[in-house]
């Protein structure tokens, strides 16, 4: 259920979207991040391969969640906030 991520997203003043990342572990992360309309990060600490991901996260009819990205480690995440905060900052964007 993504009551507690909409819960935590209206404690900081934040509309639920695709502007708010939810970084989760698992795949209850990902699906309530999903059904919540945010950003799905998946935190692969495991480091488990494409083909256990793509098992995990069919993308099927009856699984249709899937993260919007994947990070192996924190340097990995530091770098995706930080190219898209760059991103953002250009002009025209």
């Given at each position: 259920h993504p ?9 900081v ?8 990342w939810?970084?989760g ?24 391969d ?5 098992k ?9 969640h ?5 990070v192996?480690d ?18 025209g964007?």
């Amino acid at each position: 259920h993504p009551d507690q991520l909409l819960l935590a997203a209206e404690k900081v003043g934040a509309a639920p979207g695709l502007n708010v990342w939810y970084v989760g572990d698992s795949t209850t992360d990902i699906v309530a991040a999903k059904r919540a309309g945010m950003t799905a990060v998946f935190f692969n600490g495991a480091l488990w391969d494409l083909p256990w991901l793509q098992k995990i996260f069919p993308g099927t009819q009856a699984h249709p969640h899937r993260p919007d990205v994947v990070v192996n480690d924190f340097s990995e995440f530091w770098a995706l906030v930080l190219a898209c905060e760059r991103h953002r900052q250009k002009p025209g964007s």
